[in-house]
C-alpha cells in the first residue's frame, strides 16, 4: 500500500492522491473527508480559498483507538504542515507582528450538519490582537474576533457551557445599555475577553492557554473526540453512517467577514433546494462571521441583494457556482465569506434538498448537459419519491397549534396525511365510510380482522407496535398513512376515547395524522393530493404542473437503465391498476385472505374450518368457490397481459375463528354446534407460537380443501377471462414452503385441477405454479424445490423472523429500538435486508435454485422489496425482479436503475 | 457400469456378482435383497438348500416406476432361469408326470418380517396334483398343498379375503364332523379345493388359472406390488428403511414339511435371542409347514426335542448353525424343513435380539475369537442399550401377591417390565397412547396390522404363539415388554376381557407383564430402577446380575472406539451423579431457569421481572444470589473436575408471572402493587409468539440484572470450592445469540464480573464463556461470533424449530405425523438431525467457527445429542461432543464408537 501522509496541504497534488487512493479502492473524501477533499479540489481548480491543510480520517481512527492518544509523528507533521501554510500565507501563529489566525474544523465523509466542533480564531491572545488591532485600525473587529475564540476553545476543548460566556457579552451590554451585538463597543468587547478568561479560570482551575500551538493541539484533540459524542453517534445511526470511518480536521487560514461594511459571509446553494429552480439561493450576512447567518440570530438578506450591493463580487461568486456545478455534476450548498471586497470560499458540498427538487434537478442538469442520464438517476434518492406521491399536509395549516393542537408522535409507519373522526372499531369504520364520512381507525393494534375497516379508513393510528407491525404492514399495503406505537396515548375502548397530551379525544372527533413524520394532531387539518398521482390518472390540470411534468420525464430514464423487474404486492383490482400507473410490471403477490372476511363469506370459511367430514367441507368449499373466482376474475382483469401472481391461502385457520364468547355464540349458532362444542374448536387450532405453526402449505398438505377450491377459482376466472377475449397470465403460489415434498403434494393437485379446467373451457392458457421461499430450511434445500417448482419468491419478512428468530410483532418495539442504540445492529432487519445473515440463505437459494433448474424465475415479494438498499441488493445476488407496495413501485424503479448503474450486470 | 441381470441362480457365482457390486459400492443385498443373499451365499457354501433363482430389487424399482409394468425383456429372462431350475431339478414346473412346484417370497434388503407376501405351492394344477398323489401315496398332502396355494393365490395376488377361504375348510370341518384341520380327509381337502375355486369365480369372475406361467408372473407382479402396500410401508417408516429400495423376488423350489411324521418345519436362532445364551433356540413343528409355526397357530415344540426325535438332523442342523455364525460372524436366525427326514435350510438372516442378549453375544462372539471388538461393537444397536436401564418390577411388590394377584405364566418372549391398561386392539392402544395412557395390548395372536398399536403399547400379551410368533419377534425388535403363549389365559373379544386364574379382567384394568420371567400379574406393580444403574450405584446384588457384568465389559470398549465426547444434559446435582456413573464426561447443559421455581425463589423473581427502577431490581436479585450460588456450588461439586456448561436464563418473562386473576392477586398483594397493574404487567409481557421472543441474550442485553447476577453466583460458588480444594470447572454459556454484538455486550460484563470475583476470592480458577447457536443467523454469520466466544454448544431443537418455521408444540401432534405419513419426511426432524436441511446450516456454522476461532470447542446440546443417527452425524461434521440426558449416555457412547469405526477421523 502507497505510504499515505497524515497531513496534507490544500494546494498539494491532489490528482496524484486520488491515484493512490484508487489503487486502495477509496477516494479523496474517504481520507480528507467531504470538506478538505472539496477544498482541495477547489484550490487545485484556482478557486480562492483561503490556504489550509487537512489532518486525514485515518488519523481520527487512530487516535479513537489508542483510546485518544495522538498517533507517533502526528505534532511533526501537524507542525511540519503549519510552518508551510505560514510560508505561503507569510504569517505567523501566534506573532503578534504578523498573526495567522486559523480555523480549526472537522470534516467526515459524510455530511454531519452541525453534528461535530468547530473552532475559529485559533492563534489568538493578548499581544496578538493589540498588534492586530493597530495595524487594522478596527479594535472593535479584533476583539470581537477574541471574544469568540475564548468561547469556542471554552466550549469545544474543555466543555465549558457556552451560556457561561454569552453572560459575559450580556452583562457588558447590559452595562452599556445596549441590546445588540454590534453595538456593543471595542472596550466593551475587550472586557468581554477578561470576563471569559475569569469564567475559564474559575470553571478549570488553569489559566486560558496562551501558546498557539498548545491551542492547537488540544483543539484537533477535541475535534477528533467530537467523532463520538453523543450528537454524532445519534446522528450516524439515524443516517445510517458507520460509526467508523472517522473525521478528518481541516486547519484554515481565518478570513474575516466582520471586518466591516465591505465584509460580510454566506451560505448558498446553486439551485433552489426546495423546488429545484436554476437560480443562486441562499442568505448573505454583512460584516458577520459565518455562525452568524446559521444560528440565526441576524435575519440576513436574500443573496440576490449581493448583486446590487457588490456586483462585481456577485459576479465572481455567480462564475464560481457555474463552475463548481460543472465540477461536481450536482448542485452545491456553499459557505463564502467577502474580507474586505475579496471573495472567499470556505466550503462547498453536495447539497441536500426536497424530492421535487432532487427531480427537477437532475432534469435540469441533464437538459443542460452537465450530467448523463445515468448521472441525473443518481442524483435522486430512491427513498425521498415517497414525499411526491402521498397527499401532503398543507404546510401552513400544520404549524397553526392554536386550531390543531399536536397530541403526540409515533412511529411513522406509512407516510401520507390523513385525516377523520376517529372511531375505534373496524365496523363502525365500515359503517361511517359507507356514510360518506372520513375516519380514521384507532386501536391498541389491528389484526387480519380489521382488514374491512382500515381499507375504509383515511389512516390509521394504534398505541403499539413498529414499523413492521400489522397496521403499519397493510397501511403501507394499502398505502394507507399509519402512524403507530403512539405509547403516550392512552385509548379507553369502553369510555370511546383516548387520552394524550392531557387532551381528551372522544370518538366522533377529528384527528390528522402524518405518515411521514408521525406527528398526531387534534383537527381535520387540510391536505393537498399528490399531483403525480392526479395526473397518472388523467387529471389534466395535474398533468400541467411541474412536479408531474418532471417526475414523467425522469421515471422512464429509471425503466431504460434497470435490469430488475418491478411488480407490485396488490390484492385488489384498484391497487393493482395504480400500481400499473406507477409502473408496475405485474403482480408478484396478490394475498387471498383478506378475501374470505366479507360479510357472506366468513361464514362458509368458519363452516369448512369446523366441518367434522369431508361432505361438509366440500360443501362449505364450493359456496366459497362462485365468491373467490369473483375476486381472481377482477384482479386478472385488471392486468390484462400481465403476470399475476396469487398466493394461496397463508395465515393458521384460528385467525378466522371468533375469540370471544359472544362471537362464538353467533358462529355456533349458524353452524347448528353448540357453543362449547365451537369454544373446543377454537381452542384446539390455538397455537403457541402462531408463527410457526400450521398454516401456508402445511394447510395445503393437511386440510386440501382450501387450496382446491383456490387453485380451481384461479382458473375458471382465467378460463373465463380468456374466453372473454382477454389475455390472463394466472400464477399460482405456494407459501410456507420447507419440505420439498409439501410442494409435490400440493403441484401435483394443482395441475390437475388446471388442466381439468382448462380442458373443460377448451381454451389455451399459460400458467405457472411456483413458491414463496420464506422458511430459512426452503433457501438450504433450494436445489430441491427447484425442480419442482417455476419460480422462487423471497418472502423475506417471514425470513427474516425464523433466521433471526425474531417475531416482529414481539420485538420490533420491544427490543429492536434497545439493538440499534447498543449498536448491535446498524438497522432493524424488518426495515432492510440483513445482507450478512438473511442475504447469505438468499444467495444460496438462488445460487442452488439455478443450478438445479436454469428456467428458475426468482424474485421477492417481502416488504423489503421497495427498499432501496434492498433492491440494490437483491439486483446483486441476480434477482430477476422485485415486487412492493403500489407507491413504493417509483423507487424500486430508481433503486433498481441506481443499482444497475453501480453494479451492472 | 457392469451390466447386471435381472434374474439369479442361487448356485451361480456369488464371488463375480459381488465384485461387479463392490465396482458400483453396492452389496449383494442391495441387488437380491437380504433373503436372496443369503440363499445364494449358503448354495454357494454347499449348505442344502433347494434350488431356485431370485429377481433383482432393481427389477422391482423399475416395475414400480412404470406403474406396474414388467420392464423388457423380464419375462424372458424369468423364463430362462427356470428352464435352468427345471434342468437342475430334473422336474418341470406344471408338469403332471414330473411336476416343479416352487415358493415366491419378497425379500427386501432390509428384513421386514410378516411385512411383505409369499405364494407357497405354485405350479399346482388338478392334472399336477392326482398324478403327485399317485406317485407320493400321499394324497391328503397333495391337497392340502393345492388348497393353501389356491388360499394364497387367492389372497396374495388378487386381494381376496383370507377368511372366505378359510371359511371353506370351515365347512369342511363341519360337514366331516372334525375340529382340527390334520383331521380333515384327503377326500375332505379335496373338496376344500374346489369349494375354494368356486369362491375365486365367484369373487373374480373368472376361473383359477391353470396355465402355471400365468400364475407365476400374476404372482410376481403382486409381490413386487406388496413393495407399497400400507403395512410394508408403516413398518418401513416405523424402522426409518428408505422407500426406494424394492425387494427383491425368490422362486424357489417347494419342499415339504408336511409329509408325514418325518417331516416337519422349524424356525431358530443359533443363541437364545431373549438372552443371548450360546443355545439352538427356535421351534419345530413336525409335519406342518413354515408358516403354521409363525403364525402361532399350532403351538410347536421346543427346537431341543429334535435332538431326541431327530439326532442326526439335529447334528447337521447344528454343524450348520456353527458354520453360519463364522460365515456372517453374527447369530442366525433360520428357517428350515425336513421332508422325508431330508434338511433343506430355507433362510438365514442375522437374527433380532434384545439389548441384554445383544451385548452378551457381542462379548461372547468376541471371547470365543469370532469377530474382533469394533464388530462386537457394531453388534449392538445402540438405541436398544436403553431397554437395559430401564426399570424393571420392585421385587418385594412382585412378590406381594395379596396386592398384585399373580394370573398366569406365559412365553417370556422379549424381557422388560411393562403396567398399562388393558386394550384388546391395535386401534385402542393408538388412542389410549394419544392421550397419554400406558396399555398393554392384550391379543390371541398379533398380526402386521397390529404394529402401530404394538408400537403405542407399554407391553404386549398374547394368548397363543410361541418364541418365534409375530408378537415375539416385533416385540423384541422394538424392546417392547412382551409375554406370549398364555394358554391359560382365555379372551372374549365381545365382552371385553379376559379370564386368568379364575379372575375376570376388563378392559382398561391395569395388568403388569414382566417380559423376561413371564409373568402376568394384576394391577400397576411399582418399578425399581435396573440392575445396571443399581450395580452402578453400588449395589453388590446387582454387581452380580449377568447383565450388569456383561454391560461393564461392553461399554469400556465403546470409550476405547471413540473420538467423540460423551457430556450431558442435567440440571440437578442427583441427575449428574446418575450421568457420570453412565458415562458422562461433564455437564454439556444445566439449564438455570426451572432453579427460579422454588417457593422461596419465585417471588423474589418475579419482583426482579415487575420492577420498576434498577434499585428495585436490584434488590431482588441480590435476594436470589444466595439460592444461585447454592444451586450451582452443588452441581459443581458434585462434577468436581470436570467442565459445567451453565445457560444463562433462556425462556421469556413472562413465564414466570402468573396468567390467572387469582394467582395475580396474591402477587399483588406480595408486591404491593394493584392486581390491575399486575395484569398490565402480564399483558405487556405477553407475546404472540413467545419462541421468537424476548428471551434468552436478549434478555441479557435489555434487562442485564438476572445475567449479572447469574454469572456472579456462578463464579461465587466456583471460587468457594476452589477455596475448599475442589476443583471445579465452570463454563458460561448464553443462549439465543443471533447476531455477534449480542454476545459482545453479555460476554465483557460476564468477565468483568468474573474477575472481580475471582479478585475478590483470591483463587486461581479456568473459565470459559461460550454460546448456543440455535438461531439459524447464528450459522450464517459463525465466524464473527467465532470470535468472541470460546465454545459452540448447538441448540438443535430450537435451530430445527427456527430453520424449518415449526413449534414444536404447535406442530408434532398436529401434521408431523401426517408429514410421516405422507412421506414428506421420513422422521420428525425433533426426533432425528434433519441432515440435509438444519445438518447443512451445522456445517456451515462449525466451518466457519472453525475458520475464524481454531481453538473453538464445539458441542451439541439438543435432545438429538442422544439420537445414534445424530450422533454419527456430528461426529462426521467434526463436533468435540454430544449431550444429552443422562440415560442416553450409553447410547450416545456406543453411537459414537459406531461413527468412529464407520467413518474414522
Chains 1, 2 share one sequence.
Not at 429545484?276 to 462571521?289: C, F, H, S
Request: proline share 5%; charged share 25%.
Amino acid at each position: 500500500m502507497a505510504q499515505l501522509k497524515r497531513c496534507y496541504l490544500f494546494n498539494e497534488d491532489m490528482a496524484a492522491l486520488q491515484k493512490k487512493l484508487e489503487a486502495q479502492g477509496r477516494e479523496l473524501r474517504d481520507l480528507l473527508g467531504g470538506k478538505g477533499a472539496n477544498l482541495c479540489l477547489m484550490t487545485n481548480a484556482g478557486i480562492p480559498v483561503p490556504p489550509g491543510f487537512t489532518i486525514t480520517t485515518d488519523t481520527c481512527i487512530d487516535f479513537v483507538e489508542a483510546g485518544g492518544q495522538f498517533p507517533d509523528g502526528l505534532e511533526d507533521e501537524v507542525l511540519d504542515s503549519l510552518h508551510k501554510l505560514e510560508e505561503q500565507t507569510g504569517k505567523r501563529l501566534g506573532d503578534a507582528d504578523n498573526p495567522l489566525l486559523v480555523s480549526v474544523r472537522s470534516g467526515a465523509k459524510f455530511s454531519m450538519p452541525g453534528m461535530m466542533d468547530t473552532v475559529l480564531n485559533l492563534g489568538m491572545r493578548e499581544e496578538v490582537a493589540e498588534e492586530m488591532a493597530r495595524v487594522t485600525g478596527d479594535e472593535r473587529f479584533v476583539w470581537d474576533a477574541y471574544r469568540r475564540f475564548v468561547m469556542m476553545f471554552g466550549d469545544v476543548v474543555k466543555g465549558i457551557d457556552r451560556e457561561v460566556f454569552e453572560d459575559c457579552l450580556t452583562e457588558v451590554k447590559r452595562l452599556e445599555g445596549v441590546t445588540e451585538d454590534i453595538e456593543v463597543s471595542a472596550a466593551g468587547l475587550r472586557a468581554v475577553v477578561e470576563l471569559e478568561k475569569q469564567v475559564y479560570e474559575e470553571q478549570l482551575g488553569e489559566e486560558f492557554p496562551v501558546d498557539p500551538q498548545e491551542q492547537l493541539f488540544a483543539t484537533i484533540r477535541a475535534v477528533f473526540g467530537s467523532w463520538n459524542n453523543d450528537r454524532a453517534i445519534a446522528y450516524r445511526e439515524l443516517n445510517r453512517i458507520a460509526h467508523d470511518l472517522g473525521t478528518a480536521v481541516n486547519i484554515q487560514t481565518m478570513v474575516f467577514g466582520n471586518m466591516g461594511e465591505d465584509s460580510g459571509t454566506g451560505v448558498a446553494f446553486t439551485r433552489n433546494p426546495a423546488t429545484g429552480k436554476k437560480e443562486i439561493y441562499g442568505d448573505y450576512l454583512v460584516n458577520a462571521q459565518g455562525e452568524d447567518v446559521v444560528a440565526g440570530i441576524r435575519t440576513p438578506m436574500a443573496i440576490s441583494e449581493l448583486d446590487k450591493k457588490m456586483p462585481e463580487i456577485y459576479q465572481e461568486f455567480s462564475g464560481i457556482c457555474e463552475r463548481l456545478e460543472k465540477f461536481y455534476h450536482d448542485v452545491q450548498d456553499m459557505e463564502f465569506t467577502v474580507e474586505n471586497g475579496k471573495l472567499w470560499m470556505l466550503q462547498t458540498r453536495n447539497g441536500k434538498r426536497t424530492a421535487l427538487a432532487a427531480v427537477k434537478i437532475a432534469v435540469d442538469l441533464f437538459d443542460e448537459g452537465l450530467i448523463t442520464q445515468e448521472e441525473a438517476l443518481m442524483l435522486v434518492p430512491p427513498q425521498q419519491l415517497d414525499q411526491l406521491l402521498h397527499p401532503q399536509f398543507d404546510p401552513a395549516a400544520r404549524e397553526d397549534s392554536a386550531t390543531y393542537p399536536h397530541l403526540t408522535v409515533g412511529v411513522n409507519a406509512s407516510p401520507g396525511a390523513a385525516a377523520g373522526k376517529v372511531v375505534f372499531t373496524a365496523e363502525e369504520a365500515v359503517a361511517a365510510a359507507e356514510e360518506g364520512e372520513r375516519v380514521v381507525l384507532v386501536r391498541h393494534e389491528t389484526s387480519p380482522e380489521d382488514i374491512r375497516g382500515m381499507a375504509a379508513a383515511e389512516g390509521i393510528l394504534t398505541s403499539t407496535g413498529g414499523k413492521t407491525s400489522h397496521a403499519a404492514i397493510v397501511g403501507r399495503m394499502m398505502g394507507k398513512p399509519c402512524v403507530v406505537g403512539c405509547s403516550a396515548m392512552v385509548i379507553d375502548y369502553d369510555k370511546g376515547q383516548f387520552v394524550a397530551a392531557d387532551q381528551v379525544v372522544a370518538e366522533g372527533e377529528f384527528v390528522s395524522i402524518d405518515g411521514a413524520s408521525g406527528e398526531v394532531m387534534l383537527g381535520d387539518v387540510p391536505t393537498t393530493e399528490s399531483d403525480i398521482i392526479l395526473g397518472l390518472k388523467g387529471d389534466e390540470a395535474a398533468q400541467q404542473t411541474e412536479v408531474y411534468q418532471y417526475y414523467t420525464r425522469f421515471m422512464p430514464w429509471a425503466d431504460e437503465s434497470r435490469s430488475l423487474g418491478v411488480q407490485t404486492n396488490a390484492d385488489t383490482p384498484g391497487d393493482a391498476e395504480l400500481a400499473v400507473l406507477l409502473g408496475a410490471g405485474g403482480i408478484g403477490l396478490a394475498r387471498t385472505e383478506h378475501m374470505f372476511f366479507g360479510e357472506e363469506r366468513l361464514p362458509a370459511f368458519q363452516r369448512m374450518v369446523i366441518a367434522e367430514n369431508a361432505e361438509e367441507r366440500e360443501a362449505a368449499a364450493a359456496e366459497l368457490l362462485p365468491y373467490q373466482r369473483e375476486d381472481f376474475y377482477g384482479i386478472l382483469k385488471a392486468m390484462d397481459n400481465k403476470p399475476v401472481i396469487i398466493r394461496l391461502l397463508d395465515p393458521p385457520l384460528h385467525e378466522f375463528l371468533p375469540d370471544d364468547p359472544e362471537d362464538q355464540q353467533v358462529l355456533a349458532e349458524l353452524t347448528g354446534k353448540s357453543a362449547a362444542e365451537i369454544e373446543d374448536i377454537v381452542e384446539g387450532l390455538d397455537e403457541a407460537n402462531p408463527m410457526l405453526g400450521h398454516r401456508g402449505c402445511r394447510l395445503g398438505v393437511t386440510f386440501p380443501t382450501i387450496y382446491r377450491m383456490q387453485v380451481r377459482a384461479i382458473f375458471q376466472a382465467a378460463c373465463q377471462l380468456k374466453q372473454e377475449g382477454y389475455n390472463p397470465i394466472p400464477e399460482v403460489m405456494i407459501p410456507v414452503v420447507g419440505i420439498v415434498g409439501e410442494l409435490e403434494i400440493i403441484r401435483e393437485y394443482s395441475e390437475q385441477i388446471a388442466e381439468e379446467v382448462i380442458t373443460q373451457t377448451g381454451v389455451e392458457l399459460e400458467y405457472k405454479i411456483g413458491t414463496m421461499i420464506e422458511i430459512p430450511r426452503a433457501c438450504l434445500v433450494a436445489d430441491e424445490i427447484a425442480q419442482v417448482t417455476d419460480f422462487f419468491s423471497f418472502g423475506t419478512n417471514d425470513l427474516t423472523q425464523m433466521t433471526f428468530g425474531f417475531s416482529r410483532d414481539d420485538v420490533e418495539g420491544k427490543f429492536i429500538p434497545a439493538y440499534v442504540t447498543q449498536h448491535i445492529i446498524a438497522v432493524s432487519p424488518f426495515e432492510s435486508i440483513d445482507q450478512d445473515g438473511v442475504g447469505k440463505l438468499m444467495e444460496m437459494g438462488v445460487k442452488l435454485g439455478r443450478q438445479a433448474n436454469a428456467a428458475l424465475e426468482i424474485g421477492i415479494c417481502g416488504e423489503h422489496g421497495g427498499e432501496p438498499a434492498s433492491v440494490e441488493f437483491c439486483h446483486r445476488i441476480g434477482l430477476d425482479y422485485v415486487s412492493c407496495a403500489p407507491l413504493r413501485v417509483p423507487i424500486a424503479r430508481l433503486a433498481a436503475a441506481q443499482a444497475q448503474i453501480e453494479h451492472p450486470r
